[in-house]
């Protein structure tokens, strides 16, 4: 089946203890991306890549480190959690886009981050 | 900068009954995607339905349809014979080819409440 894994679903940690959020893809996209969402904020972009090596800043980026070292897999590193990073977190993956053609996502299953 | 507008923080309607989630968008692009996404009370987020910026014909998927309005950069989301469980949070997206990056906006959201 064609998924987005995130891992784990639900995570409560505690102030500055280093946490990595996993999401792998099993469609061979070349474009993946997090966001979190917070209630009235909607989805905010914290960073994506476009390829293999290949990263860059979204709109929220501070406090968060990615790797994208294989094509499939796209981890989210919090080298230092705060509660305000409390949120839900989304992975998404998608074909490369193309003039013309303009892929939706697909989205993992979320990750509920508690940060205490 | 792109920007996706969604009016209507919350819907209320009747089943069977249909019902218009509205979406107005800012681009100076000319080349981009729109797209509808659900998010039931579980959290996922799941695609419903995309336009492309040079479709003529306005997009269905099943009982939903995009009612795309190019001038005035709207592309509402009409659910018809609304069922209990379309009762979700709604989001519209934007997907253009600013910068190259194909970097994705999303609206804050309409959340719709099904009665029976």
């Known amino acids: 089946e064609a998924q987005v894994t995130q891992n784990p679903r639900y995570l409560i940690t505690v102030t500055g203890k280093k946490l990595t959020v ?37 709109d929220v980026p501070e ?33 490369r886009v193309d003039r013309g053609h303009n892929y939706g996502y697909t989205f993992g299953s979320g990750t509920r981050l508690t940060v205490v | ?21 509205d979406c107005t968008y800012d681009t100076s692009d000319q080349s981009y995607g729109l797209f509808w996404y659900k998010q039931p009370s579980s959290g996922e987020m799941i695609f419903l339905i995309y336009q492309g910026s040079y479709d003529e014909q306005n997009a269905t998927e099943g009982r939903y349809s995009l009612n795309f309005q190019k001038a005035r950069k709207s592309a509402n989301l009409v659910i018809s014979a609304s069922q209990l469980g379309d009762s979700a949070m709604y989001f519209c997206a934007m997907r253009t080819a600013s910068g190259g990056s194909y970097i994705p906006t999303f609206g804050r959201g309409t959340s719709l409440i099904v009665h029976p």
């Open chain 1, 22 to 58: 996993t999401c792998s893809q099993n469609m061979n996209h070349e474009y993946m991306s997090w966001y979190r969402q917070d209630p009235g904020l909607g989805l905010r972009q914290i960073y994506y890549s476009m390829n293999v090596e290949v990263t860059d800043k979204g």
């Open chain 1, 63 to 95: 406090g968060y480190k990615v790797s994208r070292k294989e094509k499939r897999n796209f981890p989210l590193i919090l080298e230092s959690p705060s509660p305000n990073q409390t949120s839900l977190y989304f992975c998404a993956s998608s074909l």
């Open chain 2, 1 to 21: 900068a792109q920007k996706i507008t969604q009016t209507q923080p919350g819907m209320f309607v009747q089943e069977k009954e249909a019902v218009t989630l």
